[in-house]
């Protein structure tokens, strides 16, 4: 079993930053893919980004790419967003989830198999 807690979230002004984390409970956290995904109100969930349980392979939805980087350390059993140049579109919960299986885009929402309860980001413009 995995808990996933997320942190981080909070009001920003547009071209700011922000990091998120997910802290994981269980001994088995290096073994999961994880991945962050958004949810804007009235939208669905939305894929953000994707890591290895190695960390040594990233995958970016192209709406965050060169802007969000996704980085882990499994020392700390902690999972990571660092978001930058964040505009107004950029505005939603966000939650991180692991899986055992490595899933690219949205559809991968409905198998992953841990789901935090999400942080929640807003983007004033």
């Known amino acids: 079993q995995v808990q996933l807690v997320e942190s981080g979230g909070g009001l920003v002004q547009a071209g700011g930053s922000l990091r998120l984390s997910c802290a994981a409970s269980?001994?088995?956290?290096?073994?999961?893919?994880m991945y962050w995904f958004r949810q804007a109100p009235d939208k669905e969930r939305e894929f953000v980004a994707r890591?290895?349980?190695?960390?040594?392979?990233?995958y970016y939805a192209n709406s965050v790419k060169g802007r969000f980087t996704i980085f882990r350390d499994n020392a700390k059993n902690t999972l990571y967003l660092q978001m930058n140049s964040l505009n107004s579109e950029d505005t939603a919960v966000y939650y991180c989830?692991?899986?055992?299986?490595?899933?690219?885009?949205?559809?991968?929402?409905?198998?992953?198999?841990?789901w935090g309860k999400g942080t929640l980001v807003t983007v004033s413009s």
């Open positions: 890591i290895t349980g190695s960390g040594n392979m990233v």
């Open positions: 989830a692991a899986a055992r299986r490595s899933y690219f885009d949205s559809n991968g929402a409905q198998s992953m198999d841990y």
């Open positions: 269980g001994p088995i956290f290096s073994t999961y893919y």
